[in-house]
């Protein structure tokens, strides 16, 4: 019960902090665009880029890659950029990546596309986690943080089987564009945040 309970006093000052509220909610989009990756990332391995298990290696590779040099990046930019426009920019960069490789159905575009999106990724996940940390009284932060959490596991669980239901039906690149959308959608959202952190 304790888990609920705060779970709903998180949710309910999310709602009083509007500035807590916009992450939350692009935030939330992130984590429903990211189900269509994960599940339909080996069909699109295999069907549009016509790969094998060797193309999906490399192309796992060049995500880890992406990562580590997205985390040293964030290291190195947060001492002259705000965690605001790192956010911003690494969702813009998220669904660009998403776009090309939806629509450049080649293998070494693929590994490029997701070695840069792991980039992108760090830039706008450290950033948020960094402005919620920012933002939040100590009294609230573990509140916070549980009530997104959880709230991001359910929106990617109902994301992940409506995915799993209708992949087949929407088709890939279709999906991977609607990725790409959310992604920028989530972008065009924290933008409200410039202000709110002025």
Partial sequence: MNVWREWKEGLQLLGKEHFLLIIFIAIGITGIADSPL?????????TVLQSNAVGMGWILVGRG?????????VAL?????QPVFLMIVGLVATGVCAFV?????????AITSFTCAGIAVMLWAVSYETLLQHYTSDAYRGRVFGA????????????????????SIIGIVLWFNM?????????????????KSR
């Fill in 65 to 73: 890659i992406g990562g580590l040099l997205g985390g040293l990046l």
């Fill in 179 to 195: 990725v790409s959308t959310l992604y920028l959608l989530a972008a065009v959202i924290a933008l409200l945040l410039v202000r």
């Fill in 148 to 167: 997104f959490g959880n709230t991001a596991a359910v929106l990617a669980f109902g994301a992940l089987a409506l995915v799993s239901a209708t992949g």
């Fill in 77 to 81: 930019m947060s001492k002259v950029v």
């Fill in 38 to 46: 994960s599940v339909l990332l080996v069909p699109f391995v295999t």
């Fill in 101 to 109: 490789l939806a629509n450049v159905p080649h293998l070494p575009v």
